[in-house]
C-alpha cells in the first residue's frame, strides 16, 4: 500500500478548519505528479473499519451457507444480503487467551490482538490490529485513527477482571485502551478543526471560496462528486446541531438549561438509533475525505446495560442475550443495519472502478458466539474488497483445522496494508484463504 505526504494532499483551508477533499479522477489527490488513474499512487487507500457489538447472537441464526448471490444468511445477517457478493463469512476462529479467564472482560479485552489479560483489576492486555495499522500509517492523514463507541466505559469489575475491557476493543499499547470518543460533535470537530472551537461557525462556511475555487479547476463528474460530500457535511452538521439544540445528551440529561462551560460536549440524540447512524455517517465522512484510514466503532460494550424500547423491547442488552428469543433476534439484527448501513453509503461511493467499499476492508465481530459466553467460535464478517484483494461471495470454516487463531486473520489483514510481521499475538501463521 502506497503512503502519501500529509503536506502533498489536496485539502480545503480556512481559519482554524482542514477539510480534505473526496478522491477525485481529475484532481492529484493521493500527491501524483500526474493524475494518470493507472499510476499506483492515483488509487484510493485501503480502509480498515472494525465494528463491534457485545453479549453475541441469536444461537440458531447466525450463519451462512454457498456462495456468490446464492449464499444464504441467517436471519441474524439478513441486513447484508445485498452484499452477499462483497462478503465473507468465517466461522471456527478464537483467541485462546479469551479462554483462560472468566467471561465478558478476559473476552473482550484481547478480541483485537490476542494477548493475555491481567486480572485483579490491573489494566495489560495488547496493542489492537486497528493501532499497529494507525501507527504504521497514520502519519499519511490528519487523525491516525477514528475510535468511536455508542455506550459509556465501565470502570468496575466483573470476576476478578476490569469491566474496562469490556469497554473498549481498540488499544494503543498494552496499557493504555485508546480513548473513546462517544459525542458526533466532537469526532466531527476531530475531523475537519484544527482545535476543538465553538461549534456555532459550520466548517463548510470557513471554507467555501477555497471550494470553489477548487471547483473551477475540475471535471464535471467531480464538480457532481464535490457537491455531493459537501451536502453531506452540511447534512451531519445540521443534524448535530438539532440533537444539541433539543438538549438530547447521551445517558443523561443536563442539570442547567445553559451550559455553564465554554465548551461542553455537543447533543447527540437520546435515540440510540440516531446515534449509531451519526457515528456510521461520520466514519463514512472520515474515509471518503481521508481524513482517517483506520476506524473502530463500538456500538455497545460487552456486559452492556443498553435498552431498546423504541424495538418494542425493554430488556437490557446482557439480560436479553441468555433469552435468545425473538426480542434477541431483533436487537442482533438492529446492530447489523448499522453495518449495512455504512456498507451502503460506502458502496455509493465511486473511487475511479471501484466504490469507497472496495476499496475498504469492514470487520464486525463479537466476543462471543452466543449470550451463553461461547468464545471457542467466534462471530466475524468481512464486507469490502481492501482495493481488490478480498474475494466476497465465500463462507470460510476453520473448525477442526489446525490453524483457526483469530490473529491468523489479522496477519492476513495487516498483509492488505503491506505490514507483513513475523508474529501477531499468538499466531505466525496468516489464513491463506483470506
Known amino acids: 500500500m502506497k503512503t502519501h505526504p500529509f503536506s502533498r494532499r489536496t485539502f480545503l483551508r480556512g481559519v482554524g478548519v482542514t477539510m480534505a477533499l473526496p478522491w477525485m479522477e481529475s484532481l492529484s489527490v493521493w500527491g501524483d505528479a500526474t493524475t494518470n488513474a493507472a499510476k499506483p499512487g492515483s488509487q484510493a487507500p485501503v480502509r480498515l473499519a472494525v465494528l463491534f457489538s457485545g453479549n453475541g447472537f441469536h444461537s440458531k441464526e447466525w450463519w451462512a451457507k454457498g456462495k456468490g448471490k446464492q449464499m444464504e444468511l441467517g436471519q441474524v445477517l439478513a441486513p447484508l444480503t445485498d452484499f452477499r457478493q462483497k462478503l465473507v463469512f468465517i466461522r471456527g476462529l478464537y483467541n485462546a487467551e479469551a479462554l483462560k479467564g472468566n467471561i ?6 484481547n478480541l483485537l490482538s490476542g494477548a493475555p489479560l491481567a486480572s485483579g483489576g490491573e489494566i495489560r492486555s495488547g496493542t489492537s490490529i486497528d493501532q499497529v495499522v494507525a501507527q504504521r500509517y497514520g502519519q499519511s492523514t490528519k487523525v491516525p485513527s477514528l475510535v468511536l463507541g455508542c455506550e459509556k466505559s465501565n470502570p468496575g469489575i466483573h470476576k476478578n477482571y476490569s469491566m474496562l475491557y469490556s469497554s473498549h476493543i481498540s488499544w ?41 475555487r477548487v471547483r473551477r479547476n475540475i ?48 447533543g447527540i440524540p437520546q435515540n440510540l438509533a440516531e446515534h449509531m447512524r451519526l457515528m456510521g455517517d461520520i466514519l463514512v465522512l472520515a474515509f471518503q475525505t481521508d481524513a482517517t484510514r483506520v476506524c473502530t466503532l463500538k456500538l455497545n460494550n460487552d456486559h452492556s446495560y443498553l435498552r431498546f424500547p423504541r424495538l418494542g423491547v425493554d430488556v437490557g442488552h446482557h439480560e436479553l442475550s441468555h433469552l435468545n428469543n425473538a426480542d434477541w433476534l431483533k436487537v442482533n439484527q438492529f446492530f447489523l443495519e448499522q453495518f449495512g448501513y455504512i456498507a451502503r453509503k460506502l458502496d455509493a461511493i465511486q473511487e475511479g472502478q471501484r466504490t469507497a467499499l472496495d476499496n475498504s476492508m469492514l470487520m464486525y465481530c463479537s466476543s462471543m458466539l452466543t449470550g451463553g459466553h461461547d468464545a471457542t467460535n467466534l462471530p466475524v464478517v468481512l464486507l469490502g474488497g481492501a482495493g481488490g484483494q478480498i474475494q466476497g461471495g465465500r463462507v470460510l470454516d476453520y473448525l477442526g483445522k489446525p490453524n483457526r487463531k483469530m490473529c491468523s486473520l489479522y496477519l492476513s489483514m495487516l498483509d492488505k496494508f503491506g505490514i507483513r510481521l513475523k508474529e501477531f499475538g499468538d499466531s505466525q501463521e496468516q489464513l491463506a484463504e483470506v
Open 219 to 266: 471535471s464535471s463528474a467531480d464538480q457532481r462528486k464535490l457537491d455531493e460530500y459537501l451536502h453531506s457535511v452540511r447534512e451531519i452538521e445540521q443534524r448535530i446541531d438539532q440533537a444539541g439544540q433539543k438538549g438530547e445528551l447521551q445517558g443523561w440529561r443536563p442539570t442547567l438549561d445553559k451550559p455553564n462551560l465554554p465548551r461542553p460536549a455537543d
Open 104 to 109: 465478558h472482560s478476559s473476552q473482550t479485552g
Open 172 to 212: 494503543s499499547s498494552p496499557t493504555a485502551p485508546t480513548p473513546l470518543e462517544l459525542y458526533p460533535a466532537l469526532a466531527f470537530d476531530r475531523l475537519f478543526k484544527e482545535e476543538v472551537q465553538d461549534g456555532d461557525k459550520s466548517v463548510l462556511d470557513v471554507v467555501l471560496a477555497e471550494a470553489k
